[in-house]
């Protein structure tokens, strides 16, 4: 990541960058929630131009941004649909590059993110484009092994809908940079595309969470959505076989790390929560110094 | 309240602590709006989880954290209904309790409040939660009365809606620890519930506003709904003898205060709003300090 | 304009006025966006109103208020909403007015931010309402005519729709206290109405593009709008003699600016916006130092 560059993708980043930011982040932890102060962006700010809904990376942005002393400007829904229908998205960018310092940006449209840092003056960071991707979830998504176990030697297993997950492609892709040996866990009728195993030289091979639970190291989960599947019968079928609890994790080595991008529906059981397994929530809160790293990297 | 606690219901408050916060309120009114500097909040956040608009509550609960230096994030409307949709409240409170330092809530359901606080890391205030609590308003209708008039020896009708009104049950609980004269003033079908009548030992009866106006410190007015009545004509009736203008306050005392939770619709006459009675706008602005004390205290 | 009156019109200020805030906007410049740090107006606040959505005019107060160290509260639109439906604008006014340092209105009906100001006990910022006033966006456009090019000796043809615009009627009031050129290219359908020609004593005239092209120094562009047309035919062949291309600024003078208050659909087209003519995004920059000067000027 050029300083004043964008990010769009995770393969914008080499290995070195992405060891980089994580390293910084971990030096922004103690800022995160105030627990120290921090003006390094005062007078700095950050637009999120929001055109669907995502509480978590929205809100953890802004907290990043004003841990650091910066401050943020929305867009609402409302104007985000009077862009949709009036103007065009270049010339909103356009517009809003010259109030701000940078931009973030989510859109439900696949390369929306590089389009908009073609006519921005200022750093874009892609915050999800559809079937796209969301770099800041990957960042996040190492930092929490990096923090809770270690990218060096890792057994993952990948669980649940690993066909549509957009998290799940852009996060083998990056891991397949730290020699994993990577699980794929999934109903058939969502298997990871072979576009994704082509080109990627790591150990990497199909199996059932009994098989493997003993021997991870992290077990990432996602949603199957009801969306995917005809009817509600075979969504139930599905789905049901790919949802943990507690008796899941009995064979489970002790320092085994669940992660999952959020939300969930059911795939994990509450009972899972009180575990020690359970990071999925620590997760969400290491959004906030990655994407720290990551402002106070990007803006001049 | 605790200092790191939570502040649910105003019955979690001892008359001790009450007495407190609104002697600190009262240090806090030179820095609502800005009179004077203060930043000790600073690097501090506060998020608004608002699943019902409430203009007046958000915006000066927005206003006192920002007066004392610190941030805010609010949810928006449309992250509220994919809340609604998609994941569990639990979920999202964990989550965003992860980013901030503490959260403000209003939700159209009774009982969130207090299950919001169950799954937080940090201190939540109730902003209302549907027929429950709304102690911050509670708090701000007291540190009125006791700014424009006396805590001591009040002598107080309340009027309008009583049967429905948080605001006045709420108001009338935290009164009686301070031996009031309180009067009722309702139409039968919006009488004050029994169960509410029960367990309290102030002097409390019900009486017409003309028998009482020469002798009450305090009118304390509420909003009549439409909705509460099975037509439209009914409503009109009723309401129509629970408004005051200028002539109902001919008798009045020289120091009466009248007080209304806004918003109003014509139960007050814009006739009084020029009288030195009135204090419902005065009374909106003491949202500010008393939750600037409230803010200072609970947040670490 | 009075240190803490209000701005409604543009016709509340002198030329004195006017130019005085222009340069005050330049001496803000370097604090736009950060490039230098200033806490002017810290703990101060801001109520941003918008009952109409108007994402440049929004983000641009926004950004100017935080730009001077000041913060800002917005409505959301699900509020603005329910004070349409319930309670009296008049009444929003007071209760706001007592929260922050000064607010910023628009509102689709004339009128309405003359009658907030009437409710406030803070300075109110007219941002547009219905076909009223804008003063803010006059404003701007001076100052950008005025740093690109010159108010002195202006030749300016103003093109689209001088019917509907409220943009271009503000604009050649404010014009006409510098002696200006003006000159109005419009269809028939959408002339400037009569009323705004009397009482104006500058030199102004109907003219086609092609015939003056080679002599103006600004070309101030609207959109027209399709619903002002009976059917879609009909505005196409109108609308499509109100568009501009390089080709049509191939006798324009080197000097000539292309002025625009944005948002454009098509009357503008993407090729023009490469060439050194093309001001209208470097405008939309221009609202924030401008905003940044009325700020400091009216917030006590």
Excluded: C, W
Aim: hydrophobic share 40%; no cysteine.
């Amino acid at each position: 990541m050029s300083r004043f560059g964008h990010l769009i993708s995770i393969d914008d980043l080499s290995k070195d960058e992405i060891l980089y930011i994580l390293k910084k982040a971990e030096s922004f932890e103690p800022f995160a929630k105030g627990m120290d102060k921090s003006r390094i962006l005062e007078n700095r700010l950050l637009a999120n131009l929001f055109f669907e809904p995502s509480t978590r990376t929205r809100m953890s942005f802004e907290a990043a941004m004003k841990g650091l002393g910066g401050d943020v400007i929305n867009m609402t829904a409302q104007e985000a649909s009077s862009v949709a229908k009036g103007e065009t998205l270049a010339d909103t960018v356009r517009v809003v590059s010259r109030y701000v310092n940078a931009i973030v940006i989510r859109h439900p449209l696949e390369g929306t993110a590089r389009f908009a840092a073609e006519n921005s003056d200022v750093p874009v960071i892609n915050a999800g484009d559809g079937a796209g991707q969301h770099p800041t979830q990957t960042l996040l998504d190492l930092y929490t092994i990096n923090k809770e176990s270690s990218l060096k030697n890792i057994k993952i297993a990948l669980m649940g809908d690993l066909k549509y997950s957009r998290t799940v492609h852009s996060l083998i892709k990056a891991l397949t940079l730290f020699n994993p040996r990577i699980y794929l866990v999934s109903p058939d009728s969502l298997r990871l595309p072979e576009e994704f195993l082509e080109g990627i030289d790591g150990d990497i091979s199909f199996a059932s969470l009994g098989e493997i639970i003993d021997e991870i190291n992290v077990l990432y989960m996602t949603r199957i959505q009801k969306e995917r599947f005809p009817d509600e019968e075979e969504y139930r079928r599905v789905a049901g076989s790919y949802k943990i609890d507690v008796n899941s994790l009995k064979n489970a080595r002790e320092d085994l790390i669940i992660m999952h991008p959020l939300p969930r529906v059911d795939e994990i059981h509450h009972s899972v929560d009180g575990t020690p397994h359970a990071k999925y929530f620590q997760q969400a809160f290491y959004g906030v110094p990655v994407r720290m790293a990551i402002l106070s990297e990007m803006i001049e």
